[in-house]
């Protein structure tokens, strides 16, 4: 048995330890939000926020995280489910096309909110370039970024 | 097909107690936006609000057979049948609420309801909806109503499925069923490899394991957990002994195996005077293309449930209903016995591996003896086994006289661009070919050019030649398993005919805009060609060595929409597009910002696939399988993109979504050409493929 923190909530799980967090999180905690995109790390669709810092989810064993503040997407909304800046972000920028990509991004933009609220657009880009979009949103998903750093300045 | 093969209004619109319009369409979510679209012109056209109607997911036992999501037809086609089903449905609400009121000319009050002209009576949807005849059927008839009375129509309305993937649930791989078994398959090594053995009881020693299924070199285990199926199928990897080919083949020559392939002629196109321009060419010219991979974001995933002799299958399929019939065929169930039910995938762009991760859960359920089973491909299967787009070769040549293209020939080589299931009498999904008892795929099939064609799309000209000869070599037999990938042959077709006239233009001294407006008649096609290049010239030449500017043109299909794209590259100590100027006509607008989104994303990936993507092959074998060596276009490599939509309220509306993929290649091949004074004119235009030749041409 594995004892975690996440979303706010202590759990335990009866996985192995060295099952990947993805699937921990997906199959024992119902927490879908979080994307399977390569199993290598190389794709950035399975990325939480690990005590604040983002991570590829399906390559860090459940192990790894005991004892921290993992979070996902489903930690953003806000009472009676309004969505979080960020999320309201993507939606004001209508930021996607699949979607598939985006929960990562999100949960990179939230870090990047939190830990550098100043980045002009080079930290940004530099920011997202681990994670792959193949729709094409790019242009909208700099965007968005941009704009959950803006609406958060004033 | 759509209205014609399903004509009752039933079959798409159905008003609920609670004053909602329930809306059936055949055509899917693919990431595209459709269903926002659809539930856009619906609302329009019973005049309800956006919020008061609901889009029912597709299935087979619920929808209308609207064929495939495909081809930039949903708005054309199954736009058209919504409108006219819709509005058809208020003229029948109208009728009934006239009787019900007892006044002539009842007025749609907009939020569900009809009333008297004085607006003094009023009854609702609901209220009427048992008086009126849902199996009438929908006349096939001309728009109804002025572009003016629609409010929805040609305005930014926001994706209404776009907030369920930022906030949980949102795929068919989120789907859970009691039960279920996760499952992963194992794929021979190669396309032809025989499996000579494997030690299924190592594999199933796994923890977790509940079957190790091997048919014929049809290899899958079943676990409780996901990470259990994971572990087995690594095991069973190792597991498992794989013929091997005698000699090991070299990697894969594009331009090899095209010219090497056997041919069937299976177009041609003749305008103006004789074939015969050997004797007089003024230039000739040869351009290629790779074979080029979906590469979705997410695998291809399936759950599928046996119960009782009945089978449903969860899918992100294309074509629902011709799956539902190959599952039959491959399963030797009968046709009802089949639900096919469309989950939302990651994003979908062809022939990819959905229907083939469907018959894989299938076959799996069956073996489980019905517990439900969820497939979820890797990345490597993705990648190495999903149908790639097929590599092209196009030759063309032309003579100039009198300052104008007097003759113009091409000829384009391809493997097929339409393997889809349900197109001819085979079984086209992957795992039939696997089993012990295998089920033979169609024979190898293209489109006729009156359904869009295939390698020949895009292959005629929109340009006056004096005369124009197109020939069709289509190769049935390439190494690799090819399919329909956006835009089928267009990609290469148009990136080789628009090289070409900039290559032309050239010779002549001429500027490619100049150019390209004395060989086009088309007023819609000269005003994009314009528009683009204005603004392009407006935004200031491009600064610096190394740079480069360049156009690219067509009409998607000769009948969609009208795309011109201006690239600016900087080819330096790197390949750079730094930015895109595009003008779009695509006749009436049903959302503009859908409408941006599919242009911006088109123009996205085709720069990926103009200067990253190649699929490495050595004879039949896939050998990219990640994202390190299947590279794809990154944030910081995106350039800006100006987009200027040209209104045309008075059109019918025009497909888009793939309106915007060789134009793009063709204006960066241009902009490449005019950066480093020679042409690249092998796919794709990657720094190192520049390097390579920055390298060659220089004198010894």
Redesign the interface.
Known sequence: VIALRVNGNDVEVG??PD??LL?VL??DL????T??????G??G?CTVLVDGRPRQSCDTPTWMVAGTEVRT??S??GDQGR?HPV?QA??DE?A????????GI?MRTVALLEQSPAAGRDEV??A??G????????????RAVQRALAERAT | MSLAANPRLEQWVRIEPDGTATIFTGKVE????IVTALAQIAADELALPLPQVRMAPTRTDMSPNEGFTAGSQSIEVGGRAVRLAAAHALALLRAAAARHLGCPDPRPTGDGALASPDGARRVSYAQLAADVDWAAPVPDAPDPRAPAARRLTGT?V??I???????????V??L?LPGMLHARVLRPPRRDAELLDLDRDAVAAG?GVVAVVVDGRFVAVLAE???QA?LAVERAQSAARWSTPDVVPAPGDVRAVLRGAPTRLHFEHHEGGTADAATDVTLRASYSRPFLAH?????SCAVAQMTGGALTVWTHSQGVFALRAQLAQALGLELGAVTVVHV??????GHNGADDAALDAALLTRAAGGRPVRV?W??ADELAWSPAGSAMVVDVAARVRDGAIAGWELDVRSGTHAARPGVGSGVNLLATGHLADPIAASAPFEPPPALGGGGDRNAVALYRFGAQHVHYHFAPQLPLRTSSLRTLGAFANVFAIESFMDELAALCGRDPVDWRLAHLDDERARTVVRRAADTARAAGAPDGEGTGLGIGFARYKNHAAYCAVCAEVEATDRLRVRRVFCAVDAGRVINP?GLA?QI??????AI?WTTKEQLGFRGDEVTTR???TYP?????E?P??AMEVVARDDLEPLGVGEAAAGPTAAAIANAVADAIGFRMRDLPISYAAVARAIEDAAPA
């Open positions: 996985a192995d099952t990947p699937y997906r199959n119902g927490l879908m939000g994307r399977f995109g390569c199993g290598q190389l794709c669709a997407v489903e953003l909304a969505p999320q993507f939606l209508q996607g096309q699949c979607g598939y990509c985006l929960s999100v880009l530099e997202l370039d994670h792959l979009c193949r729709c094409g949103a790019h242009p909208r998903i700099v | 693919l990431g595209q936006g930014p926001p994706r499925d776009l907030l369920d993937t930022i906030t949980g649930a949102a795929f791989h989120d859970r923890a957990r996901e990470e994971l590469a979705s974001l997410g695998p939302r995938g990651a994003g979908c762009y979820l890797s990345r910002d989104n911006e994303g088109g123009i996205v990936q990926s990640d994202w390190e794809i276009l990154r944030f910081s995106v800006d993109i």
